[in-house]
């Protein structure tokens, strides 16, 4: 079945660590998106990917890196600078740089620090 | 900077009722709107996509419509059942910069 798949589904980090968050698709699509999501929120972007070996910071980067490797797979580093990196994260694809295509999600990763 | 109001924040009513969510946004240069649903803890299903061209789509008990010059969606539901329970969030996709923002969403209760 295509899809978005995200791991791990729940993590734990401790102050001071990176994590990484990953996040695969195999729809083919070129564009990947990073959404941070907090209680009774909405979605804030993070970072996005319009291309391999191309990405743009969202709204919200401080504290995040990513990297755009493989056409498949945007994983989501969460370094020791975001100061309040507690929330649920979700990966997103769409098939092109056209505005007008659908957006697909993942079911999530929730991180919490210790 | 684009703006996405969605009301009420919360929403309860009876199984069988007809009901209208509300999405509203500033800035009407947009490529599309689309609607979500979130279960708890879950990721986002697609529900419906409006390109800036419509007016409005149509999925089994669900439509969407999109008036872009006043800046507004609405995503009616028709005979509401206990299952439709669930956060609904609308989206847009805006042309300048091309990026999606989101509404904080509108949490349905369907009670049976």
């Known amino acids: 079945d295509g899809g978005i798949t995200q791991s791990p589904k729940y993590l734990f980090r401790k102050e001071g660590q990176n994590v990484t968050l990953s996040c695969e698709q195999n729809?083919?699509?070129?564009?990947m998106y990073w959404y941070r999501q907090d209680p009774g929120q909405g979605l804030r972007l993070i970072y996005y990917s319009q291309i391999v070996n191309d990405f743009q910071k969202g709204d919200i980067a401080e504290g995040y890196s990513v990297s755009r490797e493989k056409k498949e797979s945007f994983p989501l580093t969460v370094t020791s600078a975001q100061k309040n990196p507690t929330a649920f994260y979700l990966c997103?694809?769409?098939?092109?740089?056209?505005?007008?295509?659908?957006?697909?999600f993942g079911p999530g990763t929730r991180l919490t620090v210790l | 900077k684009q703006e996405v109001t969605q009301i009420p924040a919360a929403l309860s009513v009876p199984e069988g009722e007809n009901l209208v969510l509300n999405c509203s946004f500033t800035?009407?240069?947009?490529?599309?709107l689309q609607w979500f649903r979130q279960d708890p803890g879950k990721g986002l299903t697609s529900l419906l996509l409006?390109?800036?061209?419509?007016r409005e789509q149509t999925s089994g008990r669900l439509n969407a419509s999109l008036d872009k010059s006043s800046g507004r969606s609405t995503l009616y539901i028709a005979a509401s059942q206990p299952g439709d329970s669930a956060t609904y969030l609308c989206a847009v996709r805006d042309t300048n910069a091309g990026k999606s923002t989101f509404g904080d969403g509108t949490t349905l209760t369907v009670k049976p």
């Open positions: 800035d009407s240069a947009i490529y599309n």
């Open positions: 409006i390109q800036s061209s419509q």
């Open positions: 729809l083919n699509h070129d564009a």
């Open positions: 997103a694809s769409n098939p092109g740089t056209s505005g007008y295509n659908e957006q697909f």
